[in-house]
Each structure stands twice: as C-alpha cells, then as structure tokens.
C-alpha cells in the first residue's frame, strides 16, 4: 500500500480492455507496436474484462517506435480529419518521453491505470501486480515478502 505525503502520481495494474481497445483504435504509435494482428485480436475481445487483452498481446521491442521517431504529439491530434484533444494518457506519454527520451518503457503508460492521489489518500498494489511511482512522495507500507528488505 502507498500512502500519499503530496499530491502523487502512479500507474497501477493494467487497464480495461475496453481502454486498451480505444488506445489502439486513436493512437497510431501502439498499434505499431502491437501489430495489426494482435491488435486485431484484442479489439475482437468482448466484455471490459480488465487485464485480459493485455495479457492476451505479445509485442516486439524492435517495433516501439521512441526514439528516432519519438512520440512527438503537441496539444492535439486529428482522428479521421477532425482535431481532438489530447487524452489524459497521451499527455502523460508526452510528459514521459520529456523527461526520459528514447525511452520504450515510457509507452507502458497506455496499458496500465494511471492514479493520482491527494495528500492522505491511499493506493493498494497487489502481489506481482505492475505498478511505477511517477511522482510526488509517499509512505509504502508493505509486508514481509521479497520485495522487502530488512537492515
């Protein structure tokens, strides 16, 4: 468990299936990732089981396109010739690539929960559950396992 001290930022377990499926149906740059095919096969899922599609997809590293390309979305985008803005998690992918360019893990973002918690306010992370402290600070209140480390 994590307890918030200041305003804190995290990712946390993975997100729905119906999330993942709107990521791959308006940005272009995770569908690559992903592949047509399994892209393909998550969108053809039904239900919002959560977790499912992610585990479901198996993608390539070699095909992450950061970096050279980078994920250079400014304040908007255009989807089928109409602009939008950018979502929550696409301005978050921005933040990410601002502080750490080049860096592949920073599409993870799409795929998992992003949390913010106010000063007081608590998040659980399961056992082997994906998670990244992104920013603010806060307490971790953990039990013995092998991710403790007793001095």
Not at 80 to 87: D, E, F, H, P, Y
Not at 105 to 130: C, M
Request: with cysteine.
């Amino acid at each position: 468990m994590a307890v918030a001290v200041t305003d804190f930022h995290a990712l946390c377990g993975f997100a729905t299936t119906q999330e993942l499926k709107e990521v791959l149906r308006t940005v272009p740059e995770v569908q690559e990732l992903v592949g047509k095919e399994e892209s393909r096969k998550l969108l053809s899922v039904k239900g919002q089981d959560g977790g499912i599609g992610m585990e479901r997809l198996e993608m390539d590293s070699e095909k992450i396109p950061v970096g050279e390309k980078g994920w250079k979305r400014e304040n908007g985008i255009l989807v089928n010739g109409v602009a939008r803005s950018l979502t929550t998690k696409e301005q978050l992918v921005l933040s990410l690539e601002k502080q750490y360019p080049g860096d592949v893990g920073v599409l993870a973002a799409f795929f998992l929960n992003f949390v913010k918690l106010n000063p007081g306010e608590a998040l659980y992370v399961g056992a082997n559950e994906p998670h990244a402290y992104l920013s603010g600070e806060c307490i971790e209140c953990m039990a013995t396992s092998d991710n403790v480390k007793h001095l």
